[in-house]
Each structure stands twice: as structure tokens, then as C-alpha cells.
């Protein structure tokens, strides 16, 4: 326990800091997910999909669940 200015702080405020820090980490991770996302692959059809498209695809889907991954550990 740290003392901080005459209190000690107890397991529920520091669970509800991480908390709160998971859910700032699973906002930017979607977001950043989002960015990375590529405009118009929806609309394609999979013969016109290039190699860069599907890459930046793939790379989204992985920010996305390291994101709700890091925000699952952090919950428990």
C-alpha cells in the first residue's frame, strides 16, 4: 500500500484506476484499429482485393483483438 498524503489506498480505488486505464487502452486501440482499417475493402469483391488492402485489414482485426485482449487482463 502506498501512503499517499496521510491515507492509504486501498485495492478498490487501485482496481478501479486499472479499470479505468483498460478502458482508455480499448478506446484507442479501436480507434487505431479503425484508422488502419482500409476505405472501400467492403464494396470489393475478394478477386479485387489487393495484397496491401488485405494486409491493412488483417493488421486492424490484430489491433483490435490485442486491444480487447490487454483490456480483458487488465479487468480481472
Not at 498524503?5 to 487502452?25: P, Y
Amino acid at each position: 500500500m502506498d501512503e499517499q498524503s496521510g491515507k492509504f489506498t486501498t485495492n478498490d480505488q487501485a482496481q478501479a484506476t486499472t479499470r479505468v486505464v483498460a478502458v482508455v487502452l480499448l478506446v484507442i486501440g479501436l480507434a487505431a484499429a479503425y484508422w488502419v482499417w482500409p476505405s472501400g475493402i467492403d464494396d470489393l469483391t475478394l478477386a479485387s482485393i489487393t495484397f496491401g488492402a488485405l494486409l491493412r485489414a488483417i493488421a486492424s482485426g490484430v489491433i483490435a483483438l490485442v486491444s480487447c485482449a490487454m483490456t480483458a487482463m487488465l479487468w480481472t
